[in-house]
């Protein structure tokens, strides 16, 4: 079973709206969480990372929040624009022995229309 | 600063034949990265690697897969004797020390005919 789960597993929003993704993982014990934006394609680029004592981090248009005694996350785009397409995914760094490894989730396929 | 490159960008491969994935980390990096991504699924870790040291293969199949970080040259992630199972994307990711901050290479698409 995956430690990672995101939801909706996709969505399709209309330029200039908001939306919200959700992340919920079981991993444990957890070093960090980070939200990368895949183009169809390409690698993963990271948007954000945030510590477990930190509950919200910004990177431009995008805002990602965690309750890490929830245990969810959420990464929210604002203002949305056409190159928003993309899939969002939420990875968790595991602390196991001597290296935080990564989780990953499926992640969710965002598609912006004009 | 060219970031981590990896080639073939595509690879066709016939069951039974050998894959040989190259993956040259961002300047600077020591630590390299494989992961494996299967449709719709999220990426899986397969193996970590220092200079000349493997140092976690816990996602790596136990038979036909393995990886290499020379002194000198690219990664290498080399699949023998490869079966349609094994197509999928391969993405390598690099950092300067430590996994923390990981840099993506845009994957190889592997295809097994």
């Known amino acids: 079973k995956n430690q990672v789960e995101q939801s909706p597993q996709s969505l399709i929003i209309l330029e200039g709206k908001n939306c919200t993704l959700q992340c919920n993982y079981t991993v444990s014990p957890f070093s960090n969480l980070r939200w990368y934006k895949q183009d169809t394609g390409r690698g993963p680029v990271s948007l954000t990372i945030?510590?477990?004592?930190?509950n919200t981090k910004s990177n431009g248009r995008y805002t990602a929040t965690l309750d890490a005694d929830t245990k969810q996350s959420s990464l929210h785009i604002t203002a949305s624009q056409l190159s928003d397409s993309a899939s969002y995914i939420c990875?968790?760094?595991?602390?196991?022995?001597?290296?935080?490894?990564?989780?990953f989730g499926a992640g969710t396929q965002v598609v912006v229309t004009p | 600063n060219a970031g981590v490159m990896q080639n073939p960008r595509h690879l066709v491969r016939r069951r039974g034949q050998e894959a040989r994935l190259r993956c040259s980390p961002m300047k600077g990096h020591s630590h390299v990265y494989w992961y494996r991504q299967l449709p719709e699924e999220g990426l899986k870790f397969m193996v970590y690697?220092?200079?000349?040291?493997?140092?976690?293969e816990s996602g790596m199949p136990k038979e036909r897969f393995s990886a290499e970080f020379p002194k000198e040259g690219p990664s290498i992630l080399r699949i023998q004797q490869v079966v349609r199972g094994d197509s999928a994307a391969y993405f390598c990711?690099?950092?300067?020390?430590?996994?923390?901050?990981?840099?993506f290479g845009a994957g190889t698409r592997l295809s097994v005919l």
């Open positions: 990711a690099s950092s300067p020390g430590g996994p923390n901050i990981q840099y």
């Open positions: 945030m510590t477990f004592s930190e």
């Open positions: 690697l220092q200079k000349e040291n493997i140092i976690d």
């Open positions: 990875v968790v760094s595991m602390t196991t022995d001597s290296w935080g490894k990564l989780q």
